[in-house]
């Protein structure tokens, strides 16, 4: 009573009504001062329908190349399920296929993704991965054919990109180590392949996204777990002279705190949006989820990965003006209003980024003057995949204060190096045309897939300022987080077109 009264009288009050007055004509210039600019008017065209190229995408040689690709791993999938159902001590293998598949495949792969978040580190293999692939990819042939279903339509750039990643395999840099890396992409590209091609309904969605938020939490209770008890610090992450009184850096399940980050930034806003619009929840669990979010976030805080809360931010940012652009401005005075109020600790630690004298950032910056003539040796061809080739070529360009480098601390630079000119320009491809498709997703009001369009589309545009720092495919499971994330970006897609065909 007391609450709700007092409530009423802020909510009547002539100076909330006049904050309100403001904000709201605040927001609505910033919105006509968006449609007004050089940038919306050139871009627009663009997207002017739900995708520009949807007609091409069916008949392109790639597509057509990968559909009969995809009719002939079938067709061999068909005729080794029928020869081993008729072998009396391998039947079991098949009756055991046929139990899985009555689950959903969507919550499979999702199970079995959980399973390998939550393996810690000193116990990972990378073998995890494509065991994992390998038994998804048996069970998904194996519903395709039984199911008559056909393989998802992905844009011809994904399929170019695959062929040049199998293209330089045995030309560029040295053999094996070429293998062993395209495991992890072989093991990635699975993941993504099922998820989009599995996923059928928000329903299936929304379960897949709070199966993968299991991991999410037990990683962030053992983060808070490791920040209690303390974690070493490790020079190698943190310069103690700029930041001294900075404590170890949590890193949970994973290598490093900044792998643990980029996971965190991958799937915490999935798994927030499968929460908030799941059906048929009670108010108490409803509220208790939601405060459950708290203890991933203090673990992004506690990571001290500067690059994952710019991400962060900027995935906030993009998710707040999909919704409603007028709000901008005033979650812009929020924002700026809470800087005083954080922890000392990290208010250091993120101003030392502009501080001139911190050795993470300049490293860096000698890592990219090394990379920049790497361009020189092989500016078309690539020099093939994984961290031993990268240090072959990068060795002779290198600078004396910048000799430890596994790879260019930057995903675009590190396309081009590994893949080539073409690799990258395929990739990027792939990459604009999922977020192209996704944002039309977003935009399109009333559509039961908005609220999940939003979120991961703007988790992967959050992502893009780590890949701009951080080389975010090199380690497997972030790999593996992240191509899950466009394999659900592209089941969305799938089935808003289905709902625009619809409708």
């Known amino acids: 009573m007391i609450a709700e009264f007092v409530k009423n009288q802020i909510d009547g009050s002539f100076v909330f009504g006049l904050v309100r007055r403001a904000e709201h004509a605040a927001g609505q210039a910033f919105v006509r001062a968006g449609r007004r600019s050089g940038i919306v008017t050139a871009v627009g065209p663009l997207f002017a329908r739900f995708d520009l190229f949807s007609a091409k995408r069916g008949d392109s040689f790639f597509c057509a190349l990968a559909a009969k690709l995809y009719a002939v791993l079938l067709a061999a999938a068909r005729a080794v399920y029928s020869g081993i159902s008729r072998v009396p001590g391998l039947r079991f293998l098949t009756t055991a296929a046929d139990a899985l598949l009555k689950l959903r495949l969507s919550d499979l792969c999702a199970g079995l993704m959980t399973l390998m978040l939550c393996v810690y ?47 330089i395999l045995p030309v560029t840099g040295v053999f094996t180590e070429n293998l062993r890396m395209s495991v992890y992409f072989v093991a990635a590209f699975t993941f993504f392949f099922v998820f989009a091609g599995s996923v059928e309904t928000t329903e299936d969605l929304r379960r897949a996204l709070m199966i993968l938020y299991i991991a999410v939490l037990y990683n962030a209770v053992l983060a808070v777990i490791q920040s209690h008890y303390g974690v070493p610090i490790n020079k190698s992450y943190t310069d103690m002279e700029t930041n001294p009184d900075m404590p170890g850096r949590i890193y949970a399940s994973f290598f490093n705190p900044n792998n643990f980050a980029e996971i965190l930034c991958l799937l915490i806003p999935g798994c927030f949006a499968a929460w908030i619009t799941a059906p048929r929840v ?111 070529v990068y060795s002779r360009f290198m600078s004396e204060d910048a000799m430890q480098a596994p790879h260019s601390h930057n995903l675009f630079w590190e396309i081009w190096f590994e893949f080539g000119a073409i690799g990258l320009l395929t990739y990027l491809g792939f990459f604009l045309s999922s977020m192209k ?50 394999g659900l970006m592209w089941a969305l897609i799938r089935m808003a077109a289905k709902e625009a065909k619809k409708a």
């Open 121 to 167: 580190h000193d116990r990972w293999s990378n073998g995890y991965m494509l065991l994992a692939a390998i038994f998804l990819a048996v069970l998904y042939l194996v519903r395709a054919f039984r199911q008559e279903n056909r393989a998802a339509r992905l844009p011809a750039s994904l399929y170019l990109f695959l062929l040049v990643g199998f293209a």
């Open 282 to 392: 009670t108010k108490t669990a409803r509220a208790l989820m939601g405060l459950s979010f708290a203890l991933p976030i203090l673990a992004l805080v506690l990571t001290y990965s500067r690059s994952a809360w710019i991400s962060f931010a900027l995935t906030l940012a993009s998710t707040v003006g999909l919704f409603n652009i007028a709000l901008i401005p005033i979650a812009i005075v929020l924002v700026i209003v809470a800087v005083p109020f954080l922890p000392q600790g990290i208010k250091s630690r993120f101003l030392s980024l502009f501080s001139g004298t911190d050795t993470s950032v300049s490293y860096r910056m000698l890592i990219w003057q090394g990379c920049g003539g790497m361009m020189t040796e092989s500016p078309l061809g690539g020099i093939g995949l994984g961290p031993n080739n990268f240090y072959d």
């Open 437 to 486: 498709s996704t944002l039309l997703c977003a935009l399109r009001r009333g559509s039961e897939y908005r609220v999940f369009s939003i979120v991961l589309f703007s988790t992967m545009f959050g992502m893009l300022f780590i890949s701009l720092v951080e080389y975010v495919w090199f380690y497997p499971r972030t790999m593996l987080c992240f191509f899950t994330i466009l």
